[in-house]
């Protein structure tokens, strides 16, 4: 990505937050699979998981460590002892370890939720960002369901956030509530108000609910954030996070507008996408914008025509920026398994020999009655008949 203007950290939170999708369930095979991806995308951050929700997270969260080297490698923990002590002991291997501790700052969650004062709040902040950063320098703050918290306590949970230790503080949007406006303006507050705040790196972490977490992230953006969170092709909890996909290519598109930069190797995005995709089990929706089915599909004439006699009339990203590119090896009946393979790998599926039985086989037969067999007559192999996502 162009080397100019402010950078903006990349969070990709797919493998913790993503995995929170109902129903997704990944391995540690699978989360090794998908954060080596994301190190060849180019994230800064890669939240492994939140060691102390089952062995399996744990395990996974120490491999991800173990093994890949390149973004910081971040493990999730509630403000306890018994947390942040797992979470330590899964990512302590890692080259560039960071805790990341949360506790939720709205009265509706203290009250129902935690069943705590505010005072007991933010003593448990105090002594617990504390506590992580007796293991690591580098540790992430989330005060839980800020948009819904009261502006002044918030402010003095990240005031006391700092004053122990924290270096970078995330902003959620636990329950995709704020609008954009009201968004950026809370990210202005807290620069404002929250005493030290020059000396840590703001984040943001917005959940989708109304459809406005790209939205709210870029306008915290606007307002001062440093850090985006977000999953790739937007899974998580509920209606999911905010699609990281989207937010690198608009920062990367409207470069012009939002004068930043990333760190990302754009080309990787689809590839990222479909190996996510195909992973979790959870379809892309044909019309999802960056890596959906009909992105970069025109379907009126009057648009086929202006795209042949000059793309940028209908095209306001080049589809080889995300790594969609034609395929230069003719894929038909005369093709081998090899071919098939290597193929299907380049566009981001990783198949079992049975499952790459299955897909050889029904691409021969479509081979005998196609002449060419295009890469989304693949993707519906596999997605619809072999992995039947
Ligand atoms: O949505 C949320 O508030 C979270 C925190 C743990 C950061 O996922
Ligand atoms: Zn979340």
């Known amino acids: 990505m162009a080397d100019t203007g ?3 950290y990349i969070f990709d939170t797919t493998l913790r937050d993503g995995e929170q999708s109902p129903g997704v369930s990944l391995n540690i095979q699978e989360k090794l699979e998908i954060a080596r991806q994301l190190a060849r995308l180019g994230v800064d951050v890669i939240e492994a998981g939140f060691p102390i929700a089952s062995p399996g997270d744990f395990e996974a969260v120490r491999a991800v460590a173990r093994e890949v080297e390149g973004p910081v490698i971040a493990g999730l923990a509630r403000i306890n002892e018994r947390d942040i002590d797992r979470a330590w002991e899964a990512l302590q291997e890692a080259q560039k370890p960071r805790i990341h501790v949360f506790i939720a700052t709205s009265d509706i969650h ?3 939720k935690l069943r705590m004062s505010r005072q007991e709040v933010l003593e448990a ?3 617990g960002v504390a506590r992580a950063k007796g293991y690591c320098q580098d540790i992430e703050f989330s005060p839980e369901d800020a948009v819904r918290s009261d502006l002044d306590f918030l402010c ?4 006391t956030a700092i004053e122990a230790g924290a270096t970078v503080l995330n902003i959620p949007d636990t329950v995709g509530y704020a609008t954009p406006e009201e968004f950026g303006r809370l990210i202005s507050q807290i620069r404002q108000r929250v005493p030290g705040i020059d000396k840590v790196r703001i984040s943001v972490h917005c959940h989708n609910d109304l459809g406005l977490a790209v939205a709210n992230s870029l306008a915290a953006i606007e307002n001062g954030a440093l850090q985006v969170e977000g999953a790739i092709n937007g899974i998580g909890e509920r209606a999911g996070n905010a699609a990281l996909e989207e937010v690198i290519m608009a920062l990367y598109t409207r470069r012009d507008y939002y004068g930043c930069r990333t760190g990302i190797v754009t080309e990787e995005i ?3 996408s479909k190996l996510v995709s ?13 890596v959906g089915k009909n992105a970069f599909t025109h379907e009126a004439g009057i648009h086929q025509d202006g795209v042949l006699k000059e793309r940028t009339t209908y095209e306001i990203m080049n589809p080889a920026m995300i790594g969609l590119v034609q395929n230069n090896i003719f894929l038909g009946k005369h093709s081998g398994r090899h071919a098939l393979r290597s193929r299907l790998e380049e566009l981001g599926f990783k198949l079992t020999e049975a499952e790459l039985d299955k897909a050889f086989a029904r691409f021969k037969e479509l081979a005998d009655r196609k002449k060419e067999i295009s890469d989304r007559d693949l993707e519906a192999i596999v997605e619809h008949e072999v992995k039947r996502i």
């Open 278 to 290: 195909s992973l979790t089990g959870m379809p892309v929706q044909y019309n999802k914008a960056i």
């Open 125 to 127: 902040v105090r002594r």
């Open 270 to 272: 689809y590839r990222t």
């Open 156 to 159: 003095q949970v990240l005031a």
């Open 110 to 112: 203290l009250k129902y």
């Open 6 to 8: 402010k950078r903006i």
